[in-house]
Structure formats: C-alpha cells, structure tokens
C-alpha cells in the first residue's frame, strides 16, 4: 500500500496520525523479531496489528511504548519520539500488556487508585475514576479483594481498567480478549469503542480476525517481523472474503446434490467438504443468504444446522499470500515420543 508522505510538523509526525512508524527492526540474538515495519494509526481511530504467535506484535507495543530500543527505524507516538522523547512519550500512552500486570497484594480498587495517583490525579479524581472503571468493567463486587482471589479474566479486565485510568490518547491493548469468555470479550469490545468515541486512539494487536472487524478501521497484518497487508479492514474483507455461511445438512449424503441445485439456482459460488460434512457459502449481500436457504428449502433437504463464520487468521493468510501463516504452521518435526 502507498502513503502519501507529507512534511512532519513541529513533533516529528505528520498532523493527524497518532502512531508512525517507519522501517523498525529489532533483532533478538539471532531472531529478527521486527524486519523493517511500517505503521500509521490516524489520530481517534483504531488499527488491529493481526498476526501469528511470534510475528512481531509484543515486540513492537513494547518499541513503542519505550520498554525496548529498536535497532534501526523511526517511531513516533502522539508527536514524540520514541527513542529522544521517551518521558513524554510515556505520559500519553496506556498499555495493556500481553500477561496482566497487576499488584496481587493490593485490592483490584486500591491498585487503580494508585495508578490515578501515581498519573497525579488528585485524590478525589483518583477515587472516582478507579469507581468508574471498576463498574464498567464489572468489578464492583470484588474491588475490596485482593487481586491474588481474581480469576484470569477478571485480572485482565482490571488490567485494562488500569490502562484506562489516566484517560490516555493514545492505549495500546496487547491480544486484549485472548482466553476471555464471550461475555467478557463483549465488555472488553465495549469499552475500547467508548474510548475511541472519547476521543483515543488505540493499537490493537490480536490473533482474530472477527476482533478486528469488530473494533478497527484499519488492519495491519504482520508475519515474521514483516508487513504483509495493509489497509482499511473493509478493504481487507473484500480481499479476504467477508463471513461465509456454512450449512449442516441432516444427511451428509447430500452434500452434492445441495451444491448442484444451488449451482442450478444461480449460486455459483458454494463449496462442499465431505470431512466436515458442511456446505460452505461466501456471503455477498443479504439476498444471497435468502437465496441459499430458499433454494435448500423447496428442495426439501433436510438441515441440521446454519451458522455464519468470519474467516479465520489461517483464512486471512491463505488469501493475503496463498500460504498459511509461516508461524502457524506447525515445524515438520524432528523429536519422536518417547518411547514408553
Ligand atoms: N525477550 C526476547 N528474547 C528473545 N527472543 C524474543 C524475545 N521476545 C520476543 N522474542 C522473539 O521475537 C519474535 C517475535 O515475538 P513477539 O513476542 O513479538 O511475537 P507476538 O506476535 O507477540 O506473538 P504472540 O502472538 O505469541 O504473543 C519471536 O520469534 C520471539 O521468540
Ligand atoms: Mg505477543
């Protein structure tokens, strides 16, 4: 993808985008975990950074949130410069990093208070903002615990309650909702869209596509420390195929016959897998679902199950550059089990 590269004002970016950067590489010993990468997130929108276990996602949060030095390239956040203006830079960002990060000893109130005090909120603005984040994460009932007594995912949602104490312009989350139940993943979704109607700009790394759909304007997918797509998340859905409708016949059987007299109706594009024993259809309007399910219908076959499913990050891989993720494609293996 082409940017328009236009001169950088007074701090260093170009004027609207909260995060640039420009060719990153960070090697560690032999690993190059970030091979030259390239990022824009406009100012009070969201970019999903999408990629495989071990692509690069940590590593780069943790370039720009200062915690690591890169070993060449630029970056700036909200202005400043990672590498000459790391103070700064530190104020106006909040991290939620990979593996919660909160004070066990400490209540799940106590350790948002102290964040607001230590982000030199003064004590009454401390209390009420820890209040408040505490109720929309639904953590109310347990604020007075110690955290050591919080399930994971209740660790995580203080976690990013506490990222989110100091109102920061710029929040990254890392995998935010990776291990939350649905319910939880919802709340965590919410929460990252009121920050963005509050004004924020956020920097989301995950393994989910359907995450990215639901929060992002733009994607960024990364694979072995190296850009390998870029645009607007609709762009990349009509590259990748938006959700596909997946049909369970009662009579696995008739899988053949439902692909053919689809084919005769008109829908072309229906594939079937006798493994899963589905019958796959990509969705490209409304009026294709109907016509599917009008077609199955009058013809009398019987359905054990519908379902819709976005694609998966395999899915997304496989369009993107006709492979699987390099990650996630298991290495061919060379130890044996043990023998017993
Ligand atoms: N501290 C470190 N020391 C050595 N190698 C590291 C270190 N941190 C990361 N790496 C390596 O750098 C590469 C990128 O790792 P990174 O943690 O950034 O990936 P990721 O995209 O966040 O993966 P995941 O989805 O598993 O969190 C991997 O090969 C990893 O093994
Ligand atoms: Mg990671």
Known sequence: MTRIATAPNDRGTT??????????????????????????????????LLGPNGAGKTTLV????????????????????????????????????QYASVDELLSGYENL???GRLLDLPRREAR??????????????????????????MRRRLDLAASMMGRPRVLYLDEPTTGLDPRTRNEV????QRMVAEGSTVLLTTQYMEEAEQLANELTVIDRGRVIANGAVSELKAKVGGQTLQVRPAHPAELPE???????????NATVS????????????????????????????????????????????????????????????????PVA
């Not at 030095?69 to 104020?91: C, E, M, S």
């Not at 979704?189 to 990252?192: H, I, K, M, N, T």
């Not at 199955?296 to 076959?301: A, E, S």
């Not at 993107?320 to 990650?327: H, W």
Request: proline share 4%; charged share 20%.
């Open 189 to 192: 979704w919410d929460e990252v």
């Open 128 to 153: 009420a903002r820890a209040a408040e984040l505490l109720e929309r994460f639904s953590l109310t009932e347990a604020a007075k615990r110690t955290a050591k007594t919080y399930s994971g995912g």
């Open 113 to 115: 208070y102290l964040i």
């Open 258 to 268: 439902m692909a053919r007299c689809l084919h005769e109706s008109g829908v072309l």
């Open 15 to 48: 004027s609207g985008n909260a995060v640039e950067v420009r060719g990153i590489v960070k090697h560690y010993g032999e690993t190059k975990a970030l091979d030259g990468v390239d990022l824009t997130v406009r100012e009070g929108t969201v970019l999903a």
């Open 274 to 337: 006798t493994d899963t024993g589905l019958l796959a259809v990509p969705i490209t309007g409304e009026e294709q679902l109907t016509a599917v399910i009008g077609v199955l219908g009058t013809r009398g076959f019987a359905i054990a199950g519908i379902d819709t499913k976005v694609p998966s990050l395999d899915e997304v891989f496989l369009a993107i550059t006709g492979k699987p993720a390099s990650a996630a494609v298991p290495a061919p293996s060379l130890a044996k089990e």
């Open 62 to 97: 943790r370039v720009l949130s200062t915690l690591i030095k890169p070993d060449a390239g630029t970056a700036y956040v909200g202005g400043y410069d990672v590498l000459r203006q790391p103070k700064q830079l530190r104020r106006t960002i909040g991290l939620t990093g």
